[in-house]
């Protein structure tokens, strides 16, 4: 695998892989990759005939007194896994490289950006926004993946791309979880031994609370109960367990269109979030 850490190199790449006529396929990742991250390099691998990870661990996305100092750094771990995998690239820029002195523009999603996550991270997704609209300049690639996690990200780089006529296309790749059903993720690190053990009652109860409303409880019944359970199993508290619309995000009125039940709670240090199907 070669690893590039400006913008001219990985294109460079991309370009002698044009000229070859190979499709080429964009795995946007922080770093600290579990079998989550994978899961998309390996789809990128199956549909692509070149794939290109990134770790880039972007600061427009942390808010004041999050995490970004300590977000874990497993570089070369990240490196051993995506070569083991074999991932073909590895752009792995700077903040420099990324945001040079006078960087002054942002892209930000609003409506979508700005309600469930937006509503309790201020800036995130404009962050995420910015930041993928440029890797996908960057990269020019024909697919990028996505995990299905970070459902509302998902949902926000999709309107981007398609709002800014971005032709890279943008899929989805579903969560991948433990075998107790907490879904992998780089923050599962802060959980104590303890907090593992409550962790999988988020995904468990989004489940029932799924299940619930495909059984006829009004939504907002459901989220209450559901947001109790979580509470009673040992979480400090729940930012919001939402029953949405897939597509708008907005609340599930319309029981003939699909719907999905999103999470975000806090558990000690991690402030873990998940999603289900309806
Ligand atoms: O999901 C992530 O890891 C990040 O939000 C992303 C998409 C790589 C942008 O920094």
Same mark, same amino acid.
């Given at each position: 695998?070669?690893?590039?850490?400006?913008?001219?190199?990985?294109?460079?790449?991309?370009?002698?892989?044009?000229?070859?006529?190979?499709?080429?396929?964009?795995?946007?990742?922080?770093?600290?990759?579990?079998?989550?991250?994978?899961?998309?390099?390996?789809?990128?691998?199956?549909?692509?005939?070149?794939?290109?990870?990134?770790?880039?661990?972007?600061?427009?996305?942390?808010?004041?007194?999050?995490?970004?100092?300590?977000?874990?750094?497993?570089?070369?771990?990240?490196?051993?896994?995506?070569?083991?995998?074999?991932?073909?690239?590895?752009?792995?820029?700077?903040?420099?490289?990324?945001?040079?002195?006078?960087?002054?523009?942002? !892209?930000?999603? %609003?409506?979508?950006?700005?309600?469930?996550?937006? +509503?309790? @991270?201020? $800036?995130?997704?404009?962050?995420? *926004?910015?930041?993928?609209?440029?890797?996908?300049?960057?990269?020019?690639?024909?697919?990028?993946?996505?995990?299905?996690?970070?459902?509302?990200?998902?949902?926000?780089?999709?309107?981007?791309?398609?709002?800014?006529?971005?032709?890279?296309?943008?899929?989805?790749?579903?969560?991948?979880?433990?075998?107790?059903?907490?879904?992998?993720?780089?923050?599962?690190?802060?959980?104590?031994?303890?907090?593992?053990?409550?962790?999988?009652?988020?995904?468990?109860?989004?489940?029932?609370?799924?299940?619930?409303?495909?059984?006829?409880?009004?939504?907002?019944?459901?989220?209450?109960?559901?947001?109790?359970?979580?509470?009673?199993?040992?979480?400090?508290?729940?930012?919001?367990?939402? !029953?949405?619309? %897939?597509?708008?995000?907005?609340?599930?009125?319309? +029981?003939? @269109?699909? $719907?999905?039940?999103?999470?975000? *709670?806090?558990?000690?240090?991690?402030?873990?979030?998940?999603?289900?199907?309806?």
């Amino acid at each position: 695998m070669d690893i590039v850490g400006n913008v001219d190199e990985l294109r460079k790449h991309v370009y002698d892989w044009r000229g070859q006529s190979l499709s080429v396929g964009l795995v946007p990742t922080m770093g600290a990759l579990h079998d989550g991250h994978m899961a998309l390099a390996r789809r990128s691998l199956e549909t692509t005939e070149r794939t290109i990870a990134t770790l880039f661990i972007n600061p427009r996305q942390f808010g004041q007194g999050e995490d970004l100092d300590s977000y874990p750094r497993t570089e070369e771990e990240d490196v051993e896994k995506l070569t083991g995998a074999g991932v073909h690239l590895l752009f792995a820029p700077t903040a420099q490289e990324m945001y040079p002195n006078g960087f002054s523009t942002g !892209v930000a999603v %609003s409506g979508l950006g700005d309600i469930l996550e937006g +509503a309790f @991270r201020p $800036g995130f997704f404009d962050g995420v *926004a910015t930041v993928v609209c440029k890797l996908l300049n960057q990269a020019a690639a024909d697919i990028a993946f996505f995990g299905e996690k970070d459902f509302q990200q998902l949902r926000v780089i999709r309107t981007m791309a398609r709002d800014l006529n971005i032709p890279t296309r943008i899929e989805g790749v579903a969560t991948v979880r433990e075998s107790d059903g907490l879904a992998l993720s780089s923050r599962n690190v802060y959980l104590s031994a303890e907090e593992r053990q409550v962790a999988p009652a988020l995904y468990q109860t989004i489940c029932d609370v799924a299940t619930k409303v495909k059984a006829g409880a009004p939504p907002a019944e459901a989220e209450a109960w559901g947001s109790a359970q979580i509470l009673a199993a040992g979480f400090a508290s729940v930012d919001y367990l939402s !029953v949405v619309d %897939s597509q708008t995000l907005e609340p599930y009125v319309d +029981a003939s @269109r699909s $719907g999905r039940v999103l999470v975000a *709670a806090q558990l000690g240090r991690a402030r873990l979030i998940d999603n289900v199907a309806l």
